[in-house]
């Protein structure tokens, strides 16, 4: 069996920063490529970022690109992170992370919530004024 569980979230001001961390454990014997999505109240869960098994690959929504950062633990196995910058209200909302046996080599298959294999519970980012 696979775990997957999303931690970092919190309240913090507009402008500010929040690093989110993702941890794949269980039963798993390969790296995993790792996704993140958002959803917001009212909204369709949202491609954010993901990353490919090897850390090689690095894709991110416009809405994101530089401000938020994606990256793997070379030292602790299928362990991820997104460090978000700069963060504005819109970026309100529940953080998954999604765990794919493979991967992709493109936004595209990151990108499709759909294929993702194993997911988190979520934490929730609140942006304030």
């Known amino acids: 069996q696979v775990e997957v569980v999303e931690s970092g979230g919190g309240l913090v001001q507009a402008g500010g920063s929040l690093r989110l961390s993702c941890v794949v454990s269980?039963?798993?014997?390969?790296?995993?490529?790792m996704g993140w999505f958002r959803q917001a109240p009212g909204k369709d869960r949202e491609f954010v970022a993901g990353i490919s098994w090897s850390g090689s690959g690095k894709f991110y929504a416009d809405s994101v690109k530089g401000r938020f950062t994606v990256s793997r633990d070379n030292n602790v196995k299928n362990t991820a992170y997104l460090q978000m910058n700069s963060l504005k209200i819109d970026d309100t909302g529940v953080y998954f992370c999604?765990?794919?046996?493979?991967?992709?080599?493109?936004?595209?298959?990151?990108?499709?919530?759909?294929?993702?294999?194993?997911w988190g519970r979520g934490t929730q980012v609140t942006v304030s004024s």
């Open positions: 269980g039963h798993v014997i390969e790296d995993y490529a």
């Open positions: 999604g765990a794919h046996r493979v991967g992709w080599g493109s936004e595209v298959g990151f990108s499709r919530a759909d294929l993702y294999h194993h």
